[in-house]
């Protein structure tokens, strides 16, 4: 449904400091933009209400969020293809409406769920409150050499996720060469990471996803 990196991450904006972080907020996802001089920008996008994306600005004086919302898209005023919203940052924040049918996210989500590859890692020393796992276009590993196995991973403090081939789901590795193109990318060098929030409990805090010089991740 939308194209962006799931990070908080720093970047050097006329020699300023500039912070980006992501916040999932229920049905809807919000997204809050940190500026220079403490000066933020928050985007919504959602798909149960009349607007697509919408935007407001934090006010730095009153330490609280101004009451005006521009709207930056709504349902009734979809553009075809690619929905481009600038950041104030300097990044690029797309939407893409109507990416997937209805049918075809719950076959995704049955495909996924049939795996049975979701599991819990442990960050400092307690369970994620989340599940989730890995699957790259070069693993090769089978269940039986799994352990003992050299494929493509990622580690983020002491937790580490070794791949699977993603032809085991082969609706996402479908779903994975059209993103590819549809967003002008080689490769997912890290690789495809289905993340599973099973309620409105499960959450995972500000993190950077910088560990391994990774910036294309599905």
């Known amino acids: 449904y939308a194209q962006h990196l799931r990070r908080q991450k720093k970047m050097s904006l006329e020699g300023e400091t500039c ?11 919000t997204w809050i933009v ?8 928050k985007v919504t996008v959602a798909n149960d209400m009349g607007f697509i994306a919408r935007k407001r600005t934090w006010d730095a004086k009153k330490l609280k969020w101004r009451n005006d919302w ?3 898209v709504t349902k009734d005023s979809l553009p075809v293809g690619k929905i481009p919203l600038p950041l104030p940052c300097g990044g690029m924040f797309n939407i893409y409406p109507g990416l997937l049918s209805e049918e075809r996210q719950q076959e995704l989500a049955q495909e996924l769920h049939d795996a049975n590859l979701y599991r819990q890692y ?3 020393a307690t369970k994620e409150p989340r599940a989730h796992f890995l699957l790259h276009k070069r693993a090769t590993t ?13 580690t983020y403090g002491r937790t580490t996720l070794k791949s699977r081939p993603l032809s085991l ?3 996402l590795e479908e779903l994975s060469d059209e993103l590819l193109d549809t967003c002008d ?7 495809v990471n ?20 990774e910036d294309k991740v599905m």
């Open 185 to 191: 990318v080689d490769e997912w060098n890290i690789g």
């Open 19 to 29: 912070n980006e972080r992501i916040v999932d907020v229920a049905r809807k996802r």
């Open 70 to 72: 521009t709207t930056l």
């Open 169 to 171: 789901l082969p609706k």
């Open 194 to 213: 289905p993340v599973c929030y099973r309620d409105g409990k499960d959450h995972i805090g500000r993190h950077s996803d910088n560990n391994q010089g």
């Open 142 to 154: 089978t269940d039986e050499n799994f352990d003992t196995s050299l494929q493509p991973g990622y």
């Open 122 to 124: 442990y960050i400092h």
């Open 34 to 41: 940190k500026e220079p001089r403490g000066k933020k920008t």
